[in-house]
Protein backbone atom coordinates (compact mmCIF):
# COMPACT_ATOMS: atom_id res chain seq x y z
CA UNK A 1 0.00 0.00 0.00
CA UNK A 2 0.80 3.82 -0.47
CA UNK A 3 0.68 6.36 1.87
CA UNK A 4 1.50 10.35 1.61
CA UNK A 5 1.53 12.54 4.77
CA UNK A 6 1.64 16.47 4.79
CA UNK A 7 1.78 16.98 8.38
CA UNK A 8 1.11 21.13 7.94
CA UNK A 9 -2.41 21.97 7.63
CA UNK A 10 -1.40 25.52 7.16
CA UNK A 11 1.94 27.70 6.11
CA UNK A 12 2.86 31.24 6.16
CA UNK A 13 5.54 32.88 4.33
CA UNK A 14 6.71 36.79 3.40
CA UNK A 15 6.92 37.40 -0.13
CA UNK A 16 10.31 36.56 -2.34
CA UNK A 17 11.73 34.43 1.00
CA UNK A 18 11.88 31.25 -0.16
CA UNK A 19 9.83 28.10 1.68
CA UNK A 20 9.57 24.35 1.98
CA UNK A 21 6.49 22.18 1.93
CA UNK A 22 7.05 19.02 3.83
CA UNK A 23 5.90 15.59 2.01
CA UNK A 24 6.44 11.73 3.58
CA UNK A 25 5.66 8.91 1.63
CA UNK A 26 5.51 5.09 2.21
CA UNK A 27 5.78 2.36 -0.32
CA UNK A 28 7.36 -0.75 -0.29
CA UNK A 29 7.36 -0.41 -4.05
CA UNK A 30 11.31 0.20 -5.44
CA UNK A 31 10.38 1.88 -8.52
CA UNK A 32 7.49 4.87 -8.22
CA UNK A 33 7.02 8.66 -8.84
CA UNK A 34 6.34 11.59 -7.01
CA UNK A 35 4.13 14.80 -8.24
CA UNK A 36 3.35 18.26 -6.08
CA UNK A 37 0.05 19.75 -7.41
CA UNK A 38 -1.09 23.45 -6.79
CA UNK A 39 -4.85 23.97 -6.37
CA UNK A 40 -5.69 27.84 -6.26
CA UNK A 41 -8.72 29.40 -4.67
CA UNK A 42 -9.88 29.21 -8.42
CA UNK A 43 -9.91 25.24 -8.11
CA UNK A 44 -7.94 24.32 -10.72
CA UNK A 45 -5.41 21.61 -10.62
CA UNK A 46 -1.62 22.49 -11.44
CA UNK A 47 0.51 20.16 -11.94
CA UNK A 48 4.16 21.49 -10.66
CA UNK A 49 7.10 19.19 -10.64
CA UNK A 50 7.58 15.06 -10.87
CA UNK A 51 10.50 12.77 -9.13
CA UNK A 52 11.07 9.59 -10.04
CA UNK A 53 12.00 7.11 -7.51
CA UNK A 54 15.60 6.19 -9.80
CA UNK A 55 16.42 9.79 -10.96
CA UNK A 56 19.61 10.80 -9.10
CA UNK A 57 19.38 14.58 -9.50
CA UNK A 58 16.73 16.36 -7.58
CA UNK A 59 13.62 17.93 -9.72
CA UNK A 60 13.70 21.10 -10.60
CA UNK A 61 11.04 23.74 -12.94
CA UNK A 62 11.68 27.27 -12.28
CA UNK A 63 11.03 28.50 -8.75
CA UNK A 64 10.34 25.03 -7.56
CA UNK A 65 12.18 22.49 -6.60
CA UNK A 66 11.78 18.83 -4.86
CA UNK A 67 14.22 18.16 -2.19
CA UNK A 68 14.18 14.43 -2.62
CA UNK A 69 15.30 12.47 0.24
CA UNK A 70 15.30 8.54 -0.58
CA UNK A 71 16.15 6.87 2.22
CA UNK A 72 14.19 9.39 4.88
CA UNK A 73 11.19 9.13 2.17
CA UNK A 74 10.64 12.05 1.77
CA UNK A 75 10.03 14.47 -0.87
CA UNK A 76 9.20 18.04 -0.20
CA UNK A 77 8.98 20.98 -2.41
CA UNK A 78 11.09 24.28 -2.17
CA UNK A 79 9.24 27.64 -3.73
CA UNK A 80 11.92 30.14 -3.65
CA UNK A 81 11.49 33.64 -3.98
CA UNK A 82 7.57 33.38 -3.07
CA UNK A 83 5.18 35.22 -4.91
CA UNK A 84 1.84 36.37 -3.74
CA UNK A 85 0.20 34.03 -6.74
CA UNK A 86 1.93 31.07 -4.88
CA UNK A 87 -1.25 31.60 -2.60
CA UNK A 88 -3.01 28.19 -2.99
CA UNK A 89 -3.29 24.41 -1.65
CA UNK A 90 0.06 22.16 -2.72
CA UNK A 91 -1.02 18.43 -2.88
CA UNK A 92 2.05 15.79 -2.58
CA UNK A 93 0.84 12.69 -4.78
CA UNK A 94 2.90 9.48 -5.50
CA UNK A 95 2.02 6.37 -8.74
CA UNK A 96 3.39 2.90 -8.12
CA UNK A 97 3.19 -0.32 -8.65
CA UNK A 98 1.74 -1.33 -5.67
CA UNK A 99 -0.86 1.46 -5.57
CA UNK A 100 -2.37 0.37 -8.72
CA UNK A 101 0.29 1.66 -10.60
CA UNK A 102 -1.90 4.33 -12.91
CA UNK A 103 -3.37 5.30 -9.49
CA UNK A 104 -2.54 8.25 -7.78
CA UNK A 105 -2.00 8.33 -4.36
CA UNK A 106 -2.72 12.24 -2.81
CA UNK A 107 -1.81 13.51 0.87
CA UNK A 108 -4.31 15.83 2.37
CA UNK A 109 -2.31 19.19 1.52
CA UNK A 110 -1.27 21.97 2.39
CA UNK A 111 -2.75 25.35 2.82
CA UNK A 112 0.17 28.13 1.72
CA UNK A 113 -0.26 31.74 2.26
CA UNK A 114 2.06 34.48 1.11
CA UNK A 115 2.56 37.40 3.55
CA UNK A 116 2.74 40.76 1.20
CA UNK B 1 -1.58 22.55 -26.63
CA UNK B 2 -4.86 22.56 -24.99
CA UNK B 3 -5.43 20.87 -21.78
CA UNK B 4 -8.09 19.16 -20.10
CA UNK B 5 -12.03 20.61 -21.10
CA UNK B 6 -14.48 19.92 -18.82
CA UNK B 7 -17.86 21.24 -19.43
CA UNK B 8 -20.06 22.89 -17.27
CA UNK B 9 -18.01 24.65 -14.68
CA UNK B 10 -20.91 24.60 -12.53
CA UNK B 11 -23.91 23.06 -12.53
CA UNK B 12 -26.88 23.58 -9.83
CA UNK B 13 -29.20 21.31 -9.99
CA UNK B 14 -32.46 19.76 -7.89
CA UNK B 15 -32.36 16.54 -6.37
CA UNK B 16 -33.58 13.71 -8.37
CA UNK B 17 -32.40 14.88 -11.87
CA UNK B 18 -30.17 13.37 -13.73
CA UNK B 19 -26.60 15.47 -14.23
CA UNK B 20 -23.83 14.79 -17.02
CA UNK B 21 -20.63 16.01 -16.90
CA UNK B 22 -17.77 15.77 -19.82
CA UNK B 23 -14.69 15.69 -20.50
CA UNK B 24 -12.24 16.08 -23.28
CA UNK B 25 -8.86 14.99 -22.89
CA UNK B 26 -5.50 16.05 -23.99
CA UNK B 27 -5.22 14.82 -27.55
CA UNK B 28 -2.45 11.78 -27.35
CA UNK B 29 -3.42 10.91 -24.12
CA UNK B 30 -4.11 7.04 -22.99
CA UNK B 31 -5.74 7.48 -19.98
CA UNK B 32 -8.61 9.48 -18.71
CA UNK B 33 -9.74 9.56 -14.88
CA UNK B 34 -12.65 10.60 -12.97
CA UNK B 35 -12.17 12.34 -9.63
CA UNK B 36 -14.28 13.49 -7.04
CA UNK B 37 -13.01 16.38 -3.84
CA UNK B 38 -15.15 17.42 -0.74
CA UNK B 39 -13.65 19.08 1.87
CA UNK B 40 -14.62 15.92 4.05
CA UNK B 41 -12.95 13.31 1.83
CA UNK B 42 -10.26 15.22 -0.40
CA UNK B 43 -9.85 13.38 -3.84
CA UNK B 44 -11.27 10.68 -4.61
CA UNK B 45 -10.87 8.94 -7.79
CA UNK B 46 -14.30 7.48 -9.25
CA UNK B 47 -13.23 5.24 -12.25
CA UNK B 48 -10.55 5.43 -14.85
CA UNK B 49 -10.42 4.62 -18.42
CA UNK B 50 -7.53 3.09 -21.06
CA UNK B 51 -7.81 3.27 -24.52
CA UNK B 52 -11.38 3.99 -23.74
CA UNK B 53 -11.92 1.20 -21.66
CA UNK B 54 -13.08 1.23 -18.11
CA UNK B 55 -10.04 -0.38 -16.30
CA UNK B 56 -11.21 0.09 -12.59
CA UNK B 57 -14.48 1.71 -11.27
CA UNK B 58 -13.92 0.82 -7.90
CA UNK B 59 -14.52 4.13 -6.86
CA UNK B 60 -17.90 4.55 -7.85
CA UNK B 61 -19.95 5.36 -4.75
CA UNK B 62 -22.67 3.55 -6.14
CA UNK B 63 -25.40 2.63 -9.17
CA UNK B 64 -26.37 5.91 -9.84
CA UNK B 65 -23.23 7.17 -10.76
CA UNK B 66 -21.83 6.09 -14.42
CA UNK B 67 -19.37 6.63 -16.67
CA UNK B 68 -18.24 6.44 -20.42
CA UNK B 69 -15.88 7.24 -23.01
CA UNK B 70 -17.24 6.53 -26.62
CA UNK B 71 -14.23 7.53 -28.35
CA UNK B 72 -10.33 9.27 -27.58
CA UNK B 73 -11.69 12.40 -27.08
CA UNK B 74 -14.75 12.29 -25.14
CA UNK B 75 -15.79 11.18 -21.50
CA UNK B 76 -19.23 11.71 -19.58
CA UNK B 77 -19.94 11.20 -15.86
CA UNK B 78 -23.52 10.97 -14.99
CA UNK B 79 -25.21 10.82 -12.31
CA UNK B 80 -29.10 9.56 -11.92
CA UNK B 81 -30.74 10.13 -9.91
CA UNK B 82 -28.57 12.84 -8.18
CA UNK B 83 -28.41 13.82 -4.34
CA UNK B 84 -27.54 16.42 -2.15
CA UNK B 85 -24.33 14.28 -0.56
CA UNK B 86 -23.40 14.57 -4.42
CA UNK B 87 -22.44 17.96 -4.27
CA UNK B 88 -18.54 17.89 -4.76
CA UNK B 89 -16.03 19.17 -7.48
CA UNK B 90 -15.88 16.79 -10.12
CA UNK B 91 -12.38 16.52 -11.70
CA UNK B 92 -11.03 14.36 -14.97
CA UNK B 93 -7.94 14.34 -15.66
CA UNK B 94 -5.83 12.36 -18.24
CA UNK B 95 -1.74 11.24 -18.50
CA UNK B 96 0.48 9.46 -20.89
CA UNK B 97 0.46 6.01 -20.79
CA UNK B 98 4.51 5.47 -21.88
CA UNK B 99 7.41 7.09 -20.99
CA UNK B 100 7.32 6.18 -16.99
CA UNK B 101 5.24 7.31 -14.04
CA UNK B 102 3.54 10.11 -16.48
CA UNK B 103 1.43 13.18 -14.40
CA UNK B 104 -2.02 13.34 -14.77
CA UNK B 105 -2.79 16.56 -16.01
CA UNK B 106 -6.10 18.08 -14.82
CA UNK B 107 -9.42 19.87 -16.25
CA UNK B 108 -10.53 22.94 -13.91
CA UNK B 109 -13.54 20.62 -12.74
CA UNK B 110 -16.69 20.89 -12.37
CA UNK B 111 -18.67 22.19 -9.29
CA UNK B 112 -22.05 20.54 -8.45
CA UNK B 113 -24.09 21.43 -5.95
CA UNK B 114 -27.89 19.78 -5.91
CA UNK B 115 -30.83 21.25 -3.80
Known amino acids: AQKITQTQPGMFVQEKEAVTLDCTYDTSDPSYGLFWYKQPSSGEMIFLIYQGSYDQQNATEGRYSLNFQKARKSANLVISASQLGDSAMYFC?????????????FGTGTKLQVIP | DAGVIQSPRHEVTEMGQEVTLRCKPI?????LFWYRQTMMRGLELLIYFNNNVPIDDSGMPEDRFSAKMPNASFSTLKIQPSEPRDSAVYFC?????????????FGDGTRLSIL
Open chain 2, 93 to 105: ASSRGTGGYQPQH
Open chain 2, 27 to 31: SGHDY
Open chain 1, 93 to 105: AMRGPSGGYQKVT
